[in-house]
């Protein structure tokens, strides 16, 4: 357990406990904060407090931290495509097929298992149901996924994708020719009423999200696009495509099966190509890409041939 001890001095006073503890640590988000308060690991002059608690001049706060408690998950050596890592966080291409991290019918094979493999200490941060997971991608798509592995790194990485700091480019083939060749999906999105696994845009009430497009390549029955989502709603871009009545190829929840004599796509033809962001740390701007899966590729050079 580590222990660390704050003097309160005359211009903190009257703060909230949790709001002065944020400003005086980099390593916990107020909301983590306020759990450590509840579970009774945050002292005021050696007594329990509480968060709404309003500190005084030459206050002694102690906050007790912990280890992460087991995530009852298990290590699993699945190898890993890692495309960047440091001390602090970790760039992986996930392929198709792979669940980020375990759920009723996945409690193996998954992301997070491969990870707490791979990485000491990641058990417990951003939580001990998703260690060191920031974002998600569905099942079926592949691409660039980040991962924290410490928690002032998970806290900033969060907050970048809260703000609309980081930006994301995905790939996609989707059924029909799209017109026009760019554009721009601002939809709401909410679950659907009736399938609680879909999401739709028919909703009179549901969260914003907007998707920007662009057609890379057109051939016989589908379109390639390049695509930039601002928000990061669940499902939000085959959700999109779909709303604009071109689906993804292979996405059978949303209407793009394809009944295809040259060449199937097993999974849903959507991939996670690129991610832009600030280095947590240090700030640097980086980006991380993952190549086109040969699935996508080699759908692409069929049709490629048989238009020559």
Known sequence: MRRLEFLVGSNHQTLRLDVFLSENQKEF?????????????????????????????????????????????????????????????????????????????????????????????LSGIGGIERPGIIHRLDK????????????IAHRVLANQFKNRKIKKTYLALVRGIVKPASGIIESPIGRHKINRKKMTTTLNQGREAETRYEVL??????????????????????????????PVLGDKLYGGKVADPHLNIPRQALHAHRIEINHPINKKPLFFEAPVPSDIKNYLTKYRQNSN
């Open 217 to 246: 390549e057109t051939l016989e029955h589908f379109s390639y696009l390049r695509l930039f989502p601002k928000t990061g709603r669940t499902h939000q871009i085959r959700v999109h495509l779909a709303s604009i009545h071109h």
């Open 140 to 151: 079926d798509t592949s691409g660039v996924v980040l991962i924290a592995k410490s928690e």
């Open 29 to 121: 988000s107020r909301s983590h904060l306020k759990k450590l308060i509840e579970q009774g690991h945050i002292f005021v002059n050696n007594s329990p407090a509480q968060a709404k608690y309003k500190v005084k001049t030459g206050d002694k706060v102690i906050l007790n931290i912990h280890p992460p408690s087991p995530s009852g998950i298990e290590a699993e050596p699945i190898p890993l495509k890692i495309i960047f890592e440091d001390e602090v966080m970790l760039a992986v291409n996930k392929p198709a097929g792979m669940v980020v991290h375990p759920a009723p019918g996945h409690a193996k094979g998954t992301l997070v298992n491969a990870l707490l493999s791979h990485c000491s200490g």
